[in-house]
């Protein structure tokens, strides 16, 4: 059963941070994709190493000019820039952000490319300012339950690298948008 409560606990603020950080980046910068395995792996250090470690440069390795990024309400974007402003808007407003990953599944191949899909509990305090406005605070989610992201992403080599093309993201906005009401 996993413990769905708020962890005590922030990666960042561990003895060994700078150890695990360094590692997470060594995976990534060295992971070949040649198997769904890998793919499942590099994103789990992906993701830990962009939002816990606040490497938000990272996010332009994978992401490229031509990514498409769907999230909820219709939004949409395109290009690793726009990625990269809005990671870094949800990580000031969350700066000790967890990510727990429940469920991958990886499909495809090193020659036509992988189609990837996670579910993932990420933990969240409103610590810091956000378009929204000041902290309050508050935890995402509802009695101490972190909420739930659900991601799907298409991997294909761009210009020799292995690029994402389009994802799509839902992850409870809403009750982010709560987390900064009185």
Same mark, same amino acid.
């Given at each position: 059963?996993?413990?769905?409560?708020?962890?005590?606990?922030?990666?960042?603020?561990?003895?060994?941070?700078? =150890?695990?950080?360094?590692?997470?980046?060594?995976?990534?910068?060295?992971?070949?994709?040649?198997?769904?395995?890998?793919?499942?792996?590099?994103?789990?250090?992906?993701?830990?190493?962009?939002? =816990?470690?606040?490497?938000?440069?990272?996010?332009?390795?994978?992401?490229?000019?031509?990514?498409?990024?769907?999230?909820?309400?219709?939004?949409?974007? @395109?290009?690793?820039?726009?990625?990269?402003?809005?990671?870094?808007?949800?990580?000031?407003?969350?700066?000790?952000?967890?990510?727990?990953?429940?469920?991958?599944?990886?499909?495809?191949? =090193?020659?036509?490319?992988?189609?990837?899909?996670?579910?993932?509990?990420?933990?969240?305090?409103?610590?810091?300012?956000?378009?929204?406005?000041?902290?309050?605070?508050?935890?995402?989610?509802?009695?101490? @339950?972190?909420?739930?992201?659900?991601?799907?992403?298409?991997?294909?080599?761009?210009?020799?690298?292995?690029?994402?093309?389009?994802?799509?993201?839902?992850?409870?906005?809403?009750?982010?948008?709560?987390?900064?009401?009185?």
């Amino acid at each position: 059963m996993l413990d769905l409560s708020k962890s005590p606990v922030v990666p960042t603020s561990a003895p060994d941070r700078t =150890e695990k950080r360094r590692a997470l980046e060594d995976y990534v910068r060295s992971c070949e994709l040649k198997l769904p395995e890998e793919v499942a792996e590099l994103f789990i250090k992906y993701t830990r190493w962009i939002w =816990e470690y606040k490497c938000i440069g990272a996010v332009s390795k994978f992401y490229c000019d031509q990514t498409v990024f769907h999230g909820e309400n219709g939004f949409t974007s @395109v290009g690793f820039q726009a990625t990269i402003a809005s990671t870094l808007a949800a990580v000031c407003a969350y700066p000790d952000q967890v990510n727990e990953f429940v469920d991958i599944i990886v499909e495809g191949s =090193e020659e036509e490319g992988y189609h990837f899909g996670q579910s993932s509990i990420i933990g969240l305090e409103n610590s810091g300012w956000s378009k929204d406005g000041p902290p309050t605070g508050k935890w995402l989610g509802k009695d101490g @339950v972190p909420s739930y992201s659900i991601c799907e992403l298409t991997l294909k080599k761009i210009d020799g690298r292995w690029r994402v093309y389009e994802e799509w993201v839902v992850e409870g906005t809403e009750i982010r948008r709560q987390t900064h009401r009185p």
